[in-house]
């Protein structure tokens, strides 16, 4: 029982396998160039809001949405407006913890703040 039970899911996977290629999945190409770099035998694995995961027939890659021709950008459904206000956001969250950061390398940097924040350590250890 267990042997046919295996078969049928065997089948019922080539089966719609079969099915996907043929009705031209948008998630597999047989090529696709992206800056001058051609892929051959193409699946998308992944996406997310700014790029796409895939493996071909020289291994795996992940590729910027913004790097895809027009219309595969329309396809896996990229809008540059919003990409731009991400990366903006993204910026402006890395800008901030460089802020931080100068912040405690100055505290640091006074040998007086230094002696604070260890007494301050060490008080809060205590507690």
Do not use: W
């Amino acid at each position: 029982m267990k042997q046919y039970n295996k078969l049928g899911t065997i089948l019922v996977l080539l089966a719609a396998f079969a099915i996907n290629q043929a009705l031209g999945s948008p998630n597999a190409f047989d090529k696709l160039t992206v800056d001058g770099k051609t892929y051959h035998n193409v699946r998308v694995l992944s996406q997310n809001e700014s790029s796409i995961s895939i493996a071909h027939s020289k291994g795996m890659n992940q590729i910027s949405l913004s790097d895809l021709p027009h219309e595969l950008q329309k396809l896996f459904g990229y809008d540059r407006a919003s990409d731009q206000e991400r990366q903006n956001r993204l910026n402006e969250q890395a800008a901030r913890a460089r802020e931080r950061e100068q912040a405690q390398r100055a505290r640091l940097q006074h040998p007086c703040l230094v002696i604070l924040e260890k007494q301050n350590n060490t008080l809060n250890l205590m507690e």
